[in-house]
């Protein structure tokens, strides 16, 4: 019996270190990119505006690159319940590995969409707001509503709601891995997981454009918060305490910057 055990986890045990390996990759690779002459890529500023005008392509690519390591380093973790429960059920399949993989990068390109979208408004917001001259005079306010709305998001039904569909792994994939095309049901349970891991995590996500995306020790926090709130069995209790903090550093980033 004890024999049997043993061989079972082995398989999980390979999956949990090359996920591990992959994340840990991901945070060395931020690491260096801080340090190398485009460590500023990911924050949200003007002068990204001005370097996209000068090379879009070369910029685009970047940016993706980036966010993409970030999305690896910060939110492959905290899916990792859901991908050891989907390599149980494929196991034994010769397609296995293949599914798995498929499955991970439907999730992180559901990531990697949400993040070039929320940079293209960065860019068409941020000269609007250099020509708003109380707002250039302000850049507090931005940081202040964002702060605002992630504490607010931490309240809303949608947060709760995508938090449920989020910590219930099995049910997710039994629900939606039916008969047919394999391929297209790994891809769809990765994408459909994204649209409710962003859903439950997008306001976080964008803490990041106050604490600026190169900051490691922001993301290893923010990281932890989001896993901690979607697979541990009393996360679900940390999002109302949690708005409570993001209001109060919101209120307190208003009374500073108006002081």
Sequence with gaps: MQSRVRSASWPDAILTGALAGL??????ALWLWGKSPYGHILMHGIAHARMMAGSLWFFAALFVTGWTLMTIAMMLPTTVPLILLFQRIVRGR?????LIVVLIAGYLFVWTAFGALVQVMNWFLQPAIQHTAWLAGAPWIGGAAILAVAGLYQFSPLKYACLDKCRSPMSFIISRWQGGNEWIQSLRIGVEHGVFCVGCCWSLMLLMFVAGSGSLSWMLLL??????????PWGRKLAAPLGVVLLADAAAMVVTGLA
């Excluded at 994340?23 to 060395?28: D, E, R, T």
């Excluded at 010769?94 to 293949?98: K, Y």
């Excluded at 990281?223 to 541990?232: I, R």
């Design 23 to 28: 994340v840990l990759l991901a945070w060395w």
């Design 223 to 232: 990281g932890a918060v989001m896993a901690l709130e979607k697979n541990l």
């Design 94 to 98: 010769p397609t296995a590995a293949g």
